[in-house]
């Protein structure tokens, strides 16, 4: 295979180590976010605990293979995205830190002040993982103020209307995936956990569909998020996948009215992936965007590594890839009801 | 001062990382041990044996994952000069490590936090294998990834001079650096996970002095005889391994410097001393090979500025092998006498007082191994100072000060738990926690 060809597969690789990340992060954090708000009852509140408890850690390693992934893959947009925001990633770092270290040793100490911080700490660090990720995103897919020396924006100004929103919006999905999470993993409180979950997993999937619309208002303009749409243009197929993401959507509304859990829980897990596939796509090939001018922005294949380095790590992924899911799919699959 | 900060910084929380990270590879290692042998000798002793020092690794293993995932995101933030040079190579072993051995590690590692109790013996002894075998598989490519910045092969120079391009990753594998490395950082993790648990035992011995006869007196007389049987093992290994380690690396093809530093044949100019006659021809290839590669580079560092703080790493290596003698002599009494762990109190506060020792010992090898190799980030190719990040001081200065101050609490945390655990000893009857 030539360097094109393996860049793009690499791309498509990333793209999909975010999206099964996003996608199983959303209900962990979500439960974490929702704890205190579903029962103030001590063992009903281990009992949401405890299957994040048991899969964070897994699913987290995603992350690290998106982020690893664009070191090997694509260096300079590694070395780039992260110098750029570097504030930004700090935080994204304590936060996630904290949410590691609490759900693992919250319930190691039967010291009722430590469980109470220790909990707390994981709410709030559960809440604020998703808001980051959406400012996080939404500033790489509006582009970052990239000069020919580097970033030029402040750190403050990765928040604004467009950036507040998308954080919203994954926090939105988060609290729809999660409060079916904890319905599902629910034994004896599953009709309480219902109950509790019901009225924030409905009004969450308002706000999400609100959001996309917002979002998606701005597509092909050449402003806001999904400005830039060139390749849309060029392959009207993919219009299906911003259409897709409205439809899940709106769809899932009414799924979470009607409290189809499992409908609800993957139709949720499918907004962040759509949204940060169709970002990437939109950009395309632009992996880290200028919003000062196209061509200082970083190019996936000006980026790329050797084709040696990408043929040896495209092997790897092939063979390793796979074996991951099987072995974290059993594990969903056996420890579901034990 | 962004060179010095990102350099206080990544040297800061890498030794902080490195503090859990040994103690983990060292303590699944002996829960396996425990754990199977549960399964083989049909002994419930050994399950909880394996339940207790498993509880322990898991208070470690939480921080130890926490602190491990600044380390890659730092190549990003404060070396991205770096990272955009050396990607082509560097990148790989990363995303490997992941694939390979963290996806493993922390998928059955949260089976053993979260679920042990309600699995089989030998459910137990394949997931506590699992983890084991992809804490040892990340060391090797985490190692794989510092012996190329220490001894570069199975690379050239891109035409351009931009980066270093991967052309053989067999080489880059199997790298000697890497190999010498590897096996240095297991047997000092065993090591100090053998000498974890004399420690701990030690304090549950005076504690239950007036009745040695009581379960507990059994529970850790059954585990110090594994971790005596470790801890001497690593302990006499290390010189001898260690021994051809540093011969090979003061090779003149490797790092003739650090060889002659260790050798005590260098002054702090850098200058070899006259004692060292017969090594003349090293110098001249130090001298050769790094001016080559220092004009190739276009850098104008003078000869002064090219050395690493001699006496530094020199008495780092001499107090490492003080400690390292220290520790088979302590595990050599130890199987000799059995029983002066169990009953005299010297011994007993060595065990107890002592536990910093194997930390401070892996912190000096450290010490010698990246510090010696400086100012060179790779050794040879690119210095320090040309891979840092174009960031604000000010960016740095703030991420310095709240890993900081998230690292004490984080490290206050770890203390308590492990403490209270380890005083309160082991639950000798089955009971879910």
């Known amino acids: 295979?030539?360097?094109?060809?393996?860049?793009?597969?690499?791309?498509?690789?990333?793209?999909?180590?975010?999206?099964v990340y996003l996608a199983m992060e959303s209900f962990v954090v979500g439960s974490g976010m929702l704890q205190p708000f579903v029962t103030m009852d001590k063992n009903a509140q281990q009992a949401i605990a405890k299957p994040s408890g048991l899969h964070w850690d897994g699913i987290e390693v995603w992350l690290i293979t998106a982020i690893g992934g664009t070191f090997a893959a694509f260096p300079a947009v590694f070395a780039k995205t992260l110098e750029s925001l570097y504030v930004a990633f700090f935080l994204l770092l304590i936060l996630l830190m904290i949410r590691g270290v609490t759900i693992e040793l919250a319930y190691k100490d039967e010291n009722p002040t430590w469980q109470k911080v220790m909990s707390r700490a994981w709410n709030v660090s559960s809440l604020l993982i998703p808001l980051v990720f959406g400012v996080y995103f939404s500033n790489i897919f509006s582009g970052l103020k990239l000069g020919?020396?580097?970033?030029?924006?402040?750190?403050?100004?990765?928040?604004?209307?467009?950036?507040?929103?998308?954080?919203?919006?994954?926090?939105?999905?988060?609290i729809v995936t999660g409060s079916a999470w904890i319905v599902l993993n629910a034994n004896e409180n599953r009709d309480t956990f219902q109950k509790k979950t019901y009225g924030f997993s409905f009004k969450a999937s308002i706000v999400v569909s609100l959001g996309v619309i917002y979002e998606m208002m701005a597509f092909n303009t050449g402003e806001g998020i999904f400005g830039r749409s060139k390749l849309f243009n060029e392959a009207p197929a993919l219009w299906a996948l911003p259409v897709l993401l409205v439809v899940v959507s709106l769809v899932n509304i009414f799924l979470t009215h009607k409290k189809a859990i499992w409908l609800s829980m993957i139709f949720g897990m499918l907004v962040m992936p759509l949204i940060v596939v169709i970002g990437y796509l939109a950009n395309y090939?632009?992996?880290?965007?200028?919003?000062?001018?196209?061509?200082?922005?970083?190019?996936l294949f000006n980026a790329a590594s050797s084709q040696y380095t990408l043929t040896v790590m495209f092997y790897a992924a092939l063979i390793f890839v796979p074996i991951v899911l099987v072995y974290q799919g059993w594990k969903f699959w056996y420890f579901a009801k034990r | 001062m962004v060179v010095l900060l990102s350099r206080v910084q990544f040297a800061f929380t890498v030794a902080f990382h490195?503090?859990?990270v040994p103690l983990t590879i060292g303590l699944i290692l002996i829960t396996a041990i425990f754990q199977t042998l549960a399964v083989v000798k049909k002994d419930q002793t050994y399950r909880h044996i394996a339940d207790f020092w498993g509880e322990l690794f898991v208070i470690n293993f939480a921080v130890g994952i926490v602190t491990g995932l600044i380390m890659p995101i730092q190549f990003g933030t404060n070396w991205s000069q770096y990272s955009i040079f050396m990607g082509d190579v560097f990148g790989s072993p990363l995303a490997l490590e992941a694939l390979l051995a963290f996806f493993l590690e922390s998928t059955f590692a949260g089976i053993w936090i979260f679920k042990r109790h309600k699995l089989s013996d030998k459910f137990r002894t394949a997931v506590v294998w699992l983890v084991t075998l992809g804490t040892t598989i990340s060391a090797i490519w985490i190692i794989t990834a510092n012996g190329f910045m220490q001894h570069p092969v199975g690379y050239k120079i891109a035409a351009d001079g931009s980066k270093v391009l991967l052309t053989n990753f067999k080489d880059v594998v199997m790298n000697p650096y890497s190999l010498f490395m590897l096996a240095h950082t297991l047997l000092s993790a065993f090591l100090l996970g053998a000498f974890f648990v004399v420690c701990v035992s030690a304090f549950h011995f005076i504690r239950n002095i007036k009745n040695p006869n009581s379960g507990k007196m059994a529970f850790f007389k059954k585990s110090v005889t594994v971790a005596v049987i470790l801890g001497l093992t690593a302990s006499v290994l290390l010189p001898i391994e260690g021994n051809v380690y540093a011969k090979y690396l003061g090779q003149n093809d490797v790092q003739p410097l650090k060889g002659a530093i260790l050798r005590n044949q260098v002054d702090a100019q850098g200058q070899l001393m006259t004692a060292a006659n017969q090594q003349s021809d090293s110098e001249a290839a130090i001298d050769a090979k790094s001016q080559a590669t220092m004009e190739a580079a276009g850098s104008n560092l003078s000869k002064l500025d090219r050395i690493p703080p001699v006496k530094f790493v020199y008495y780092s290596f001499i107090a490492m092998q003080i400690l390292g003698f220290f520790f088979i002599g302590f595990f050599l009494l130890l199987l000799l006498v059995p029983k002066l762990l169990r009953q005299n109190p010297i011994v007993q506060r060595i065990a107890i007082y002592g536990i910093p020792l194997p930390y401070i010992a892996i912190t000096l090898g450290w010490i010698v191994s990246e510090v010696g190799r400086q100012p060179w980030l790779v050794y040879n190719?690119?210095?320090?100072?040309?891979?840092?990040?174009?960031?604000?001081?000010?960016?740095v200065w703030f991420s310095l000060f709240t890993l900081i101050a998230f690292y004490v609490i984080l490290f206050a945390m770890d203390l308590y738990l492990l403490m209270k655990k380890a005083r309160k000893g082991p639950m000798l009857e089955e009971k879910e926690v």
Request: aromatic letters at 12%; charged letters at 10%.
């Open chain 2, 18 to 20: 490195f503090l859990f």
């Open chain 1, 148 to 174: 020919v020396g580097g970033n030029e924006g402040k750190f403050y100004e990765i928040f604004n209307l467009n950036s507040i929103v998308m954080g919203i919006l994954f926090v939105a999905v988060c």
């Open chain 1, 1 to 19: 295979m030539n360097q094109e060809i393996l860049s793009i597969i690499w791309f498509g690789i990333l793209l999909t180590a975010w999206s």
């Open chain 2, 381 to 395: 190719l690119m210095t320090v100072e040309d891979g840092v990040s174009n960031v604000p001081v000010n960016a």
């Open chain 1, 285 to 299: 090939p632009y992996m880290l965007p200028s919003s000062l001018s196209p061509q200082l922005g970083i190019n």
